[in-house]
Structure formats: structure tokens, C-alpha cells
């Protein structure tokens, strides 16, 4: 009985069911008190966040829904629902309910989490999260860092919104969080919907002995009205295999450390089950291997040998019998599980590896090819890698979303990288599977991601440990993009340029190591690390105000360039130079050939599509234009630049942005608005620990809200002789006097 008792842990990012609930609440019956409590908790103005908690089929969706539909419950301006059963990643669930609030949609990712509770702060919404226990792990604990910090820092400091969430578990959260314990209906309400739904016989004794389960209640009227129609009575319970449900739901033996209801829902489960033709108990089962729903194309690929049709129309005759729900979209029938008969009918199916590749060959005949635009556009892959991560075939799953990778760095879609590699490095550690290539290429796109999130303790640790590994296997090509991330946490962080350099030098020893088909790859690194290096020393120079840096840096970008264009067909690589040697002149105070190389990698980055690096080409030029003292053509340039990074989740290049667009400002007595650029830069580098950086913030701060010096003028400088000429004359006549 344990299947029904879990629930549904989805392994990968999953898919979000938002908008409107779907739950019909036809012949509603009872909650009285139940409802009483939520809308008075929802009245009170101390609690923001409310749990309604109970076993797969309480009905803990129906009763979240009818406080959804509820006009009586005044002074919310929107509501929202969002059902993550099958594992939505906060980025989805986060951007739709700003975009249906109406509220600003930031281009950054890392920008989510504050910006949704800023966001329900601001207004009285209703914000409901159904089944929640798919955003949780085996043992309770979030899966997603993201999840967490949304609901850690909503209960701090919510106000205003209200947010309820269904769940059959309890995440580890602070306090100030108000349960509902929902267990069956009592027993007159349990009564009322058996007489509602047209059952006969001794309903009262029936409900008292199923505990009132609501969802096994409607499960045993749909099989009676489905088998009997003309006279759907409790004692036909036993013509369906049911007869003995009474002694075994009363046997200590039998029910044992099970619940009761949970015992009579697999009992009626399978009599109904068993009351199914092959067809239909083959495509249950197969079916069950998608997550989120399906129309009959997807049910066709993982039953083949029946028209789409007839498994159409077996997929209506499921919903008459409770087995599935049924909505209508603009594209069709889509059909999906309740969750407790999802894990009933994956349960009974088994092995599902021959359904997994099947729905693998699907979702591949249907893949949509490049170029993409949006995260849709390579929906099917994410869906391939979930299929193969459920078959443990994890090299093919790798293999599915490096296909898209860079689409997903170039979009700077950051959190599904975390999200996806994070899995596949936890679930090597798992099985202790980390000494091979693709574990270790995981771990570096997993780091690459966190730098960009300005994870820098979680990234660098990662890395340490990558490296160690790629050591001792001998993989070379690992090795060194390892050093190269590892080198970019010390420089990025500023923790430590001279750790940073040393890193990529040993980088640049082992890329002139002859290593056969891998050379080519490795080349290209060695110039990546001359190209970092370049970088480093010009923070270098910058710091410590010397041009020797600079000049180094350019040949060590020239050195860069040459390799690349001596490989051929690295045009992202050149533009990367481009802006190096741009960096370097201009802080070499040499504009006019710093406006050229800038130029130039602009131009490459928006032909290759290189959000990152067209962010900082406009950043820079607005450098070159606030040194020349055009501050209005700064100012544009900055605010472009702005426009990407918060696009691609770039922190660390929106921080830099916010600041210089703040020294701007400044300049043409935007003093307010300097103000606020100066603090949304300070709030970013605080994310990323750059103690710094916030007190280069907290400077501008401090000086633009100190009172200002009097500007005396010419006329008032006069006045001030003549007061003080008086003044010394008086002192000379009193002094003469004495």
C-alpha cells in the first residue's frame, strides 16, 4: 500500500499548470469548518502563508479550489494558480504569475525571488501553489535553492498577498506558517454526496468505514454508475471483487501500519482496474510515463497498433471512470492523472523502460530544429533528457541538453542549467559514477552557471573537486576548463588576481601538451586563458594604476586572436579578444583605438548572438563616452547595456552597469536617479559578497546625501570681504584702545 502513500517526486525540472484550477467542485459537499479557518486566516493580516495538508485524495486541490472560486472572500485584486505536480522550476511558476498580476517581468533571473515578493507586496493577490510535495525530496527537504529562498523570505516578510499551498508534506520553513490538517469528510457530508452522486444503500455505515476519503468515495460511485447505471447500489460492491472490503478494512493484520483509506483506494483501484479492456489497462499504464498532460498524438506513440481515434475515445472512457481528468485547449483533448492514480497506474505498469523510449522516439520525431527563440523551442529536449534520466541512462540525458546548451547560456536561461546539471551531478555522487568525462563537463557548466549567479563559495568548492577528478582520469580537455572556471571565481569574486593568474597559467602548460584528437580543443583553451589572463591584468592595472599591466594584457590578447583565427571558425572567441583589447586601451586612456575594438566585438556579438558580450561592449562604451565627458550618450549606452545583463542574468555585469550609469547621472544633476542606481548596485553586490564593491556604493551614497556646500558667489564673496574688513578694523581700534 506504501505506492499510494507517496508521492510523485519528479527528477528533473517539470512543467507548470497555471491559470485556473481545473478541479469540477459539481456536488460539493461539507468543509464547513474547514472553511470557516482559511478564511479567517485569510482576514488576518499577521499570516501570509497558509498550508492545507493531507494524504494523495483528501481533497486537499477541491477545497484550495473552492477558496479560489469563492466570491464571497473580498479584497484580493488577482488570483493565481499554479499546479506544480510535476517539478515547475521557480523561473516558470515566478515569471507567469508576475506577468498575470501585472506586475514587471525582470530580464534577470536571479531577480525572480525579490522581485515576486516585492511584487505581492505591493498589491492583495492570492497566490495558490498546488501540490507542493513535488518541489521537495525523499527525506522533506527542498529541491530547488530557489523554492526555498522564495517561501523562506515570504514568511519573513509578507504582507498584504496571501499565499496557500496544498501538500501531502511539510517543507522545512519558519514559524509563521498556519496549517490545515485535512483528513475525510464527516460523515453526514460524506452521506450527502453518495445521495448527490445517486448511490444506494447503507451509505452512512460505507462512509464511517472509508474514513470519509472523498477521492475513494467518487471512485466507488463511478464504478457502481458505470457498471450499474439502472441501480448503482453499495451491495454490487460485491459482484465487482469488492464483497470483502469491510473485513479487510477492519483486520489489524491487514491494514497494519497502513492507513485505512489508502488501503480501501488500492482495493477499489483495482476492482476497477480489473474492470478495464486490455486496451484501456494498456494505455493507463503506458500513458503514465509522460508527465503533465497528453493529447492522443503522444498516447498514440506509446501505444502503437491502435488508431488515434480509438485511443481518443478510450481516453474519454477513462475519464468517465475517474481514471484521468479531461480539459479542453485551443489544440485539442488534453488528458491528465489525478496524483494518486498516477502512482497507481505506474505501479501497475512496472517496468516502463520499453513506454520511456518510446515517449523518447516521440518527443525526438517532434523536436523542433535551430534556430530557437524561446525556452518552448526546446521543450522536447528537456522532456528526452527527463525520459532518459528516468531510465538511469544518464550519458544520454547529458548528451540531450548539451544539444541546446549553448541556447540556454547565449539566452542566459541559468537557472534550468542549475537545475538540469545540478541533477545529473547529484545523481553521480549518488551512485559514485564521477570518474568520467560527462560528470565532469556537468560540474563545469554547473559552475559556469553559479558565477553567473555570483555563487562563488558553492562554484568554487564545486570546481576544487571537479579538478581533482579530472587529475586523476586524465582528462586533459576537463583539466583545463576547470582551471579556467576556477581562475574566473578568484578573479570575478576579487578574491585573489594572483591565484587567478596562476590558475591559468598552469592552464596554458598543459595546453601546449600534444594530447592527439583533443589538441584542437585544448588549443582553443590556451587561447581562452591568454584571454583571461588579459583580463586579469588589466584589473591588475586598473588597481594598482600601472600601464605595464595593460600592455601585457594586449599581447596576450593579440596572442588569443591569432590562435583563433589560425583555428578558423571561432568568431565569438574574436569578438571576446576584441573587447579584451578594447578593455585594454581604454584603460590605457587610448579612446579612439578602444572605441574601435569595441566596435568590432560589438558588431561579432550581434551576428553570433552573444548577449554577454554585446552587454559589456555597450557598457564599455558608455566608459569611453563618460571619460570623454559626453555623459548623455554614456547614459544611453549604460541603459542598453542594463537591458542585456538583466536579460541574460548576467549579476556581476548589471552591478557594474547600475554604478557607472550612477557616476552619469551624477554628472548631469540626476541626483535622485544616481541615487537609486548607486543602491540597486549595492543590493546586487551585496547577493554576491563583494564587501568591496558595496562600499565603493555605499561612498557614492553617503556622498550624494551629504548637504552641500554653499557656492559662494561673486557678489556674496564681496559682501563677506566687507563684513570681514569691518570686523578686523573694529578688532584693531578695541586692541588700540587697550
Not at 600601472?546 to 590562435?563: D, G, M, T, V
Not at 551629504?706 to 570686523?727: A, H, N
Request: proline share 2%; with cysteine; charged share 25%.
Amino acid at each position: 500500500m506504501a505506492l499510494i502513500e507517496s508521492s510523485t517526486k519528479p527528477e528533473s525540472p517539470g512543467i507548470l499548470k497555471a491559470g485556473n484550477p481545473s478541479r469540477n467542485l459539481a456536488n460539493w459537499q461539507g468543509r464547513t469548518a474547514e472553511i470557516a479557518n482559511l478564511k479567517q486566516w485569510l482576514n488576518n493580516q499577521n499570516i501570509s502563508l497558509i498550508g492545507i495538508e493531507g494524504i494523495g485524495g483528501t481533497g486537499k486541490s477541491m477545497l484550495a479550489t473552492k477558496i479560489y472560486q469563492d466570491e464571497e472572500i473580498k479584497g484580493f485584486t488577482k488570483r493565481f494558480w499554479a499546479d506544480v505536480s510535476y517539478g515547475a522550476i521557480f523561473t516558470d511558476v515566478a515569471t507567469q504569475v508576475l506577468q498575470d498580476f501585472g506586475y514587471k517581468v525582470p530580464e534577470q533571473e536571479t531577480q525572480l525571488v525579490q522581485t515576486l515578493v516585492k511584487c505581492l507586496q505591493s498589491d492583495e493577490f492570492l497566490l495558490i501553489i498546488d501540490n507542493l510535495e513535488s518541489l521537495l525530496q525523499t527525506d522533506g527537504t527542498w529541491g530547488s535553492q530557489f523554492y526555498e529562498d522564495f517561501f523562506t523570505t515570504w514568511v519573513e516578510c509578507g504582507v498584504k498577498s496571501k499565499v496557500i499551498v496544498t501538500t501531502r508534506e511539510r517543507p522545512e520553513l519558519p514559524k509563521r506558517f498556519q496549517w490545515l490538517p485535512l483528513s475525510g469528510l464527516k460523515i453526514a457530508d460524506g452521506v450527502a454526496l453518495l445521495t448527490a452522486l445517486g448511490i444506494q444503500g447503507n451509505l452512512e455505515e460505507f462512509v464511517k468505514l472509508v474514513d470519509g476519503y472523498p477521492l475513494l468515495l467518487r471512485f466507488v460511485a463511478d464504478l457502481l454508475i458505470e457498471e450499474y447505471p439502472q441501480d448503482p447500489h453499495l451491495k454490487r460492491l460485491e459482484n465487482l471483487g469488492l464483497g470483502n472490503l469491510q473485513q479487510l478494512l477492519t483486520d489489524k493484520k491487514v491494514v497494519g501500519q497502513h492507513r485505512r483509506e489508502n488501503v480501501g483506494m488500492v482495493l477499489v483501484l483495482d476492482a476497477s482496474f480489473g474492470r478495464l479492456n486490455e486496451l484501456q489497462k494498456s494505455l493507463l499504464q503506458n500513458i503514465s510515463v509522460y508527465r503533465g498532460a497528453v493529447n492522443s498524438k503522444a498516447a498514440v506513440a506509446v501505444c502503437p497498433g491502435s488508431s488515434e481515434t480509438e485511443i481518443e475515445r478510450e481516453l474519454r472512457n477513462l475519464v468517465k471512470r475517474s481514471f484521468l481528468s479531461e480539459k479542453l485547449i485551443d489544440d485539442g483533448r488534453w488528458f491528465e492523472f489525478q496524483p494518486v492514480v498516477l502512482v497507481y497506474a505506474r505501479y501497475k505498469a512496472g517496468d516502463q523502460t520499453e513506454a520511456h523510449q518510446q515517449a523518447i522516439n516521440y518527443y525526438q520525431s517532434i523536436a523542433k530544429q535551430q534556430p530557437w527563440q524561446t525556452k518552448d523551442d526546446i521543450q522536447e529536449y528537456l522532456e528526452i533528457f527527463y525520459h532518459f534520466y528516468q531510465l538511469a541512462d544518464y550519458d544520454s540525458a547529458f548528451e540531450a541538453i548539451r544539444h541546446c546548451n549553448d541556447f540556454l547560456t547565449l539566452r542566459g536561461y541559468y537557472a534550468n542549467q542549475v537545475e538540469l546539471y545540478g541533477q545529473l551531478v547529484s545523481k553521480w555522487k549518488e551512485i559514485g559514477n564521477i570518474n568520467n568525462c560527462n560528470y565532469l563537463d556537468s560540474v563545469i557548466q554547473l559552475g559556469n552557471a553559479y558565477l553567473v549567479f555570483g555563487k562563488y563559495k558553492q562554484g568554487l568548492e564545486l570546481c576544487k573537486e571537479g579538478l581533482e577528478i579530472a587529475r586523476k582520469i586524465g582528462y586533459f580537455l576537463g583539466e583545463t576548463n576547470l582551471l579556467i572556471s576556477l581562475g574566473n571565481f578568484y578573479q570575478y569574486s576579487r578574491m585573489d588576481y594572483q591565484k587567478a593568474i596562476e590558475l591559468y597559467q598552469q592552464c596554458l602548460k598543459i595546453a601546449n601538451i600534444p594530447v592527439n584528437t583533443l589538441n584542437k580543443n585544448i588549443y582553443l583553451n590556451k587561447s581562452i586563458c591568454l584571454n583571461v589572463l588579459g583580463n586579469v591584468y588589466n584589473s591588475l592595472g586598473e588597481e594598482h594604476n600601472s600601464p605595464n599591466y595593460h600592455e601585457e594584457a594586449i599581447k596576450l590578447f593579440e596572442e588569443s586572436l591569432e590562435i583563433k583565427r589560425e583555428i578558423g571558425g571561432d568568431r565569438l572567441g574574436e569578438g571576446s579578444c576584441y573587447l579584451g583589447l578594447g578593455n585594454a586601451y581604454n584603460l590605457l586612456k587610448q579612446y579612439e583605438q578602444a572605441d574601435n575594438f569595441y566596435q568590432q566585438s560589438l558588431e561579432i556579438s550581434r551576428e553570433t548572438g552573444a548577449r554577454l558580450d554585446e552587454g559589456s561592449c555597450l557598457n564599455n562604451l558608455g566608459e569611453i563616452h563618460k571619460s570623454l565627458g559626453d555623459y548623455q550618450t554614456a547614459i544611453i549606452f549604460y541603459e542598453q547595456s542594463l537591458d542585456i545583463k538583466r536579460e541574460i542574468g548576467d549579476v556581476r555585469g548589471e552591478a557594474n552597469a547600475w554604478f557607472n550609469l550612477g557616476l552619469s547621472l551624477e554628472k548631469v544633476d540626476r541626483e535622485q536617479d544616481a541615487l537609486g542606481a548607486y543602491r540597486n548596485a549595492r543590493e546586487l553586490f551585496q547577493t554576491m559578497g563583494l564587501d568591496t564593491d558595496v562600499q565603493d556604493c555605499n561612498n557614492a551614497i553617503e556622498g550624494l546625501s551629504q548637504p552641500q556646500k554653499p557656492v559662494v558667489s561673486p557678489r556674496g564673496f564681496w559682501g563677506w570681504l566687507r563684513q570681514l574688513w569691518r570686523w578686523v578694523r573694529g578688532w584693531f581700534r578695541r586692541s588700540h584702545k587697550l
